[in-house]
T-cell receptor, first 112, second 111 residues
Framework: DAGVIQSPRHEVTEMGQEVTLRCKPI?????LFWYRQTMMRGLELLIY????????DSGMPEDRFSAKMPNASFSTLKIQPSEPRDSAVYFC??????????FGQGTRLTVV | ELKVEQNPLFLSMQEGKNYTIYCNYS?????LYWYRQDPGKSLESLFV?????AVKQEGRLMASLDTKARLSTLHITAAVHDLSATYFC???????????FGQGTELSVKP
């Protein structure tokens, strides 16, 4: 298996633009997590899904953030409109729930 | 709400020395994880600890779990430069859901 695949790896966008981050979890994993990592706040859990259903989105910072998981092999995290303070590394991870979570390579987002 | 705290946050070690990183969590957790992150890279899973008294070892790293004290430790034996990285612990409940991370411990091993 190729592991958790995220795209793009780097994204630079202007303030106010819509940004969509993509994630393909490991096949067979039924949990999917979106994390944000910054120097100031560390690793923050934004939202997680179980069997494609959002279970806890309490970490989503604002209504500008939304996440979907239309099927077991794909998830998106959308920011609209983007702001400079959204600049961070966004990680997607997947697991079977009982074992360790595997992380993707991350998307480094810069909003200018 | 589950909270996870690590200490120390920064650790500078000499090669060959031993040290321990501590991870405390605030509420009952059904499993504890340790991850490693190299600068600019993703997180790599090191250990999963599932029960009280669990001990896992790989190479110079050994992790243990005391669920009564809500404490996990990562012990480093005879540190080498290759161990320089940031180490995170994470706790979860609900059988793997809601994985919450500590702040991370930045380890620097110097010759």
């Amino acid at each position: 298996d190729a592991g958790v695949i995220q795209s793009p790896r780097h994204e630079v966008t202007e303030m106010g633009q819509e940004v969509t981050l993509r994630c393909k979890p490991i096949s067979g994993h039924d949990y999917l997590f979106w994390y944000r990592q910054t120097m100031m706040r560390g690793l923050e859990l934004l939202i997680y899904f179980n069997n494609n259903v959002p279970i806890d989105d309490s970490g989503m910072p604002e209504d500008r953030f939304s996440a979907k998981m239309p099927n077991a092999s794909f998830s998106t995290l959308k920011i609209q409109p983007s702001e400079p303070r959204d600049s961070a590394v966004y990680f997607c991870a997947s697991s079977t729930g009982t074992l360790r979570a595997f992380f993707g390579q991350g998307t480094r987002l810069t909003v200018v | 709400e589950l909270k996870v705290e690590q200490n120390p946050l920064f650790l500078s070690m000499q090669e060959g020395k031993n040290y321990t990183i501590y991870c405390n969590y605030s509420t009952t957790s059904d499993r504890l994880y340790w991850y490693r992150q190299d600068p600019g890279k993703s997180l790599e899973s090191l250990f999963v600890l599932l029960s009280n008294g669990a001990v896992k070892q790989e190479g110079r790293l050994m992790a243990s779990l005391d669920t009564k004290a809500r404490l996990s430790t990562l012990h480093i034996t005879a540190a080498v430069h290759d161990l320089s990285a940031t180490y995170f612990c994470a706790a979860s409940y609900n059988q793997g859901g809601k994985l919450i991370f500590g702040q991370g411990t930045e380890l620097s091993v110097k010759p």
